[in-house]
Nanobody, 125 residues
Framework: QVHLVESGGGLVQAGDSLRLSCTAS????????MGWFRQAPGKERGLVAA???????YYADSVKGRFTISRDNAKNTVSLQMDSLKPEDTAVYYC???????????????????WGQGTQVTVSS
């Protein structure tokens, strides 16, 4: 019922910035938590940031102070502004939607119901 499409990935140098965008379609967008996840080769997919409908945010310790998540409910978009990028930020980044009330509001990989196709972010040293 929710379709997500990411854009904005690319190849950058350490210290550069990127802004990822996620466009959602479906009637339940305004009622769900939105999150950004990332997965590097050989690693488990992990939550990077999450945001509620009303703007409460969560950030993984590894990105606090560097990444900013935001959403525009009227335009059905969610963004992730990534500043001061590091090589360890290299991963496929996924937009995801959580449409349930289980566990912590920001949840984790297994608590999100809808996923985008992913966009590659590569940061060179």
């Amino acid at each position: 019922q929710v379709h997500l499409v990411e854009s904005g990935g690319g190849l950058v140098q350490a210290g550069d910035s990127l802004r990822l965008s996620c466009t959602a379609s479906g009637r339940t967008f305004s009622s769900i938590v939105m999150g950004w996840f990332r997965q590097a080769p050989g690693k488990e997919r992990g939550l990077v940031a999450a945001i509620t409908f009303y703007g409460s945010t969560y950030y993984a310790d590894s990105v606090k102070g560097r990444f900013t998540i935001s959403r525009d409910n009227a335009k059905n978009t969610v963004s992730l502004q990534m500043d001061s990028l590091k090589p360890e930020d290299t991963a496929v980044y996924y937009c995801a939607a959580k449409d349930n009330r289980a566990g912590a509001w920001y949840g984790g990989t297994n608590s999100y119901d809808y996923w985008g196709q992913g966009t590659q972010v590569t940061v060179s040293s």
